[in-house]
T-cell receptor, first 111, second 115 residues
């Protein structure tokens, strides 16, 4: 069974601060996706990282895939209240038939 | 981007009845679809994986006779909750894999309330 440990579980910060969310596993994934979910809605894909060591930027969000493809991080610069939400990482196995989710990070950015 | 649509978005049913939730990939063929259940303020829990034309693979602890999954075509998978009970009330989400690509797209989710 592949497991993804996501940390922190909860994060409450002030507008303008930076933060990093981590996802770690002992398993290798073919890809890792990051999602953001609003209450009562399905997860919305933010990014997919595939190559070990890959770094992708989406405005103030920076995503990194570990060299060994076992871990990933999401860094948000100058957080804004609009960034508030549940952030989920999910790893796809090599066979492509199982998507394992981390426990989620509930982020609140206060104005 | 690829779109996955779920229907209905909200459904209320009486205890003991069955309810069907549809998951459609609108602009791509999905060889693999996943069904998840999510409790309030928690992450997604995988229920089963379905591949078009074959039986679904259920996760441990998920009753396959209660949660019937049918993946009849490359664009449609259905989840039927049979003999529903109040404890089955939850947010159910489907997702679909675009061909052999690495990205999984999610539906909007379906709220089920069993009264």
């Amino acid at each position: 069974t592949q497991l993804l440990e996501q940390s922190p579980q909860f994060l409450s910060i002030q507008e303008g601060e930076n933060l990093t969310v981590y996802c770690n596993s002992s398993s290798v994934f073919s890809s890792l996706q990051w999602y953001r979910q609003e209450p009562g809605e399905g997860p919305v894909l933010l990014v997919t990282v595939v190559t070990g060591g890959e770094v992708k930027k989406l405005k103030r969000l920076t995503f990194q895939f570990g060299d060994a493809r076992k871990d990933s991080s999401l860094h948000i610069t100058a957080a804004q209240p609009g960034d508030t939400g549940l952030y989920l990482c999910a790893g796809l196995n090599n066979a492509g038939n199982m998507l394992t989710f981390g426990g989620g990070t509930r982020l609140m950015v206060k104005p | 981007g690829a779109v996955v649509s779920q229907h209905p978005s909200r459904v209320i049913c009486k205890s003991g009845t069955s309810v069907k939730i549809e998951c459609r990939s609108l602009d791509f063929q999905a060889t693999t679809m996943f069904w998840y259940r999510q409790f309030p303020k928690q992450s997604l829990m995988l229920m089963a994986t379905s591949n078009e034309g074959s039986k679904a693979t259920y996760e441990q602890g998920v009753e396959k006779d209660k949660f019937l999954i049918n993946h009849a075509s490359l664009t449609l998978s259905t989840l039927t909750v049979t003999s529903a009970h109040p404890e089955d009330s939850s947010f159910y989400i489907c997702s679909a894999r675009l061909g052999n690509e690495n990205t999984i797209y999610f539906g909007e989710g379906s709220w089920l309330t069993v009264v």
